[in-house]
């Protein structure tokens, strides 16, 4: 799927730990944007309905909503202007969610599941395993994307301005991808270096699939 980058100025942040103002960047930007091309390219062509959680500024509302006929965004805030990202022909429904909230969203009606630079923010990642596995229809697949946790990306991201990531980014991408695995099969892996093993992985995107 292709990454549609909405113009510098048409996003507004939905908080202020937002990372919105880095996709926009001279340098660090492209670094930013890689990230979501990533996991775009996991994001298979066929279905109807996408959930997108952790919408965030809406950065990927105009790829996913041209890409489906439905789409749901999902976060805790939800940014003022999210439907003025829509493609006029994709129906869709933003919700202020709670991944962790069994109910928050009707289980199996998704074919597609979208959760990038979520999970490494959630203590318990075998509960959030457990509601994105509940959200997918049968055969459905999941794209899940997060960054390492560990001093190395700490020092980076305070390099970059944002001190104490280390506050926000708890959970590590092992712990995550084993949550993941006790739930779901895996389908496809991407990172950041390109062929990286996940211990020298700066960011990785993996897609996930309930078909038996």
Known sequence: MKFRAPPAGALVANSEFDPLPYYYRPVVGHVYRHRLRMGLGLVPTAGRRVLEIGVGSGILVPSLTAGFP???????????GLESLVNPECHANFQVADL???????????????????????????????????????GGTLVAGYPMVNRFMATCFRTLGFGRIEDHHITTPARITAALRRRMQPVARVSLPAFAPQALSLYECTSWTNRP
């Open 70 to 80: 439905e789409y749901v965004g999902t976060d805790l805030i939800l940014a003022p």
């Open 100 to 138: 962790l909230d069994p109910n928050a969203v009707p289980a199996g009606a998704f074919d597609v599941v979208v959760c990038l630079s979520v999970l490494e923010h959630i203590a318990d990642p075998e509960a959030a395993a457990q509601c994105l596995a509940h959200a997918l229809a049968p």
